[in-house]
């Protein structure tokens, strides 16, 4: 089926403007770098096993379908993290099997429920990387690793903070995207902002001396999020399978149905995004848990 898709496109999709506001797209501009985000699929070795209620594993399937569906082909598609529950080599390479299949560039990075360094062996193949950057049509793509061993929270550590400097000044001339999985600020949920990153001041400080940062991605917070700091946009993104309430001091799940975010960059800086989502949220999902 997912190869079925990958040349299929529809005329019209809808997605979501910095205010949160639905924006109908007939397609994006000539010249845009078309990008597909998908994050915190949260698979499994078992692929029965199920997150909150709800096969992790189907609605990936079925996210990734629509995405192509939608939004066509993709110049690339991004994975920001929490990619396997489990980090399962079987749940890795089962992912692997679904992104090879679309034959589209795909980019992974970590997040706090995978293991980096497996995650890089396993899915650095073929159209699948695991790199620290790409460069395509004026855009520099940077994905840092804001993991820490054994801990949900996030930060740029010495090492990833000075691979940034250099890929920074390598391409100064080049409108650039930070994606990470870590939230750079707070997003207003107090249990969720625990797990945001935990070094902000020096990350930001960085980015200060490089103008040519638009945006920075991430993906963790499992809901649409959009914010301006310091004249960068902050992007967040839904989860391929369960969402989480916004604005809620305690864990809390979100009735929106699984989804992704298409971004368009375009030549001149601007960031086109916004969101599709499935029809409608699956059955069996456990709206009263209190925690995963």
């Not at 598609?77 to 679309?102: C, E, N, Q």
């Not at 950057?133 to 903070?161: C, E, H, Y």
């Not at 960059?265 to 086109?272: F, H, T």
Request: net charge negative.
């Amino acid at each position: 089926m997912l190869v079925s898709l990958k040349n299929s496109k529809m005329n019209r999709f809808m997605g979501s403007s910095p205010d949160n506001k639905p924006t109908t797209f007939q397609r994006l501009p000539a010249g845009s770098l078309n990008v597909l985000q998908l994050t915190d699929s949260h698979l499994y070795a078992d692929p029965s096993r199920c997150l909150l209620g709800i096969n992790t594993l189907e609605t990936f399937d079925q996210v990734l379908a629509q995405a192509l569906l939608e939004t066509g082909r993709p110049d690339l598609l991004l994975a920001t993290g929490d990619l396997v529950h489990d980090a399962s080599d079987s749940g890795y390479k089962r992912l692997l099997g679904r992104f090879k299949l679309t034959e589209i560039p795909t980019y992974c990075l970590p997040g706090n429920h995978d293991l980096p360094g497996k995650m890089r062996q396993l899915m650095n193949q073929d159209n699948v990387h695991c790199l620290p950057s790409v460069q395509a049509k004026g855009w520099s793509l940077i994905f840092l690793d804001s993991t820490i061993p054994d801990n949900d929270g996030g930060s740029i550590d010495a090492r990833q903070m000075s691979l940034l400097k250099v890929l920074l000044e390598t391409h100064p001339k080049k409108h650039t995207l930070i994606c990470m999985h870590h939230h750079p600020l707070p997003v207003g949920s107090r249990w969720m902002d625990t797990m945001a990153l935990k070094n902000p001041d020096d990350f930001f400080s960085l980015l200060r001396y490089h103008p040519q940062v638009k945006a920075v991605l991430c993906g963790h917070i499992h809901q649409t999020f959009e914010s301006l700091h310091n004249g960068i946009r902050l992007i967040g993104s839904p989860s391929t399978c369960v969402q989480f309430t916004a604005g809620e001091n305690d864990f809390s799940i979100d009735p929106t149905p699984p989804g992704y975010r298409w971004m368009g960059l375009q030549p001149d800086g601007e960031v086109l995004t916004g969101i599709g989502s499935l029809p409608k949220i699956p059955a069996g999902i456990d709206l009263a848990s209190m925690g995963y």
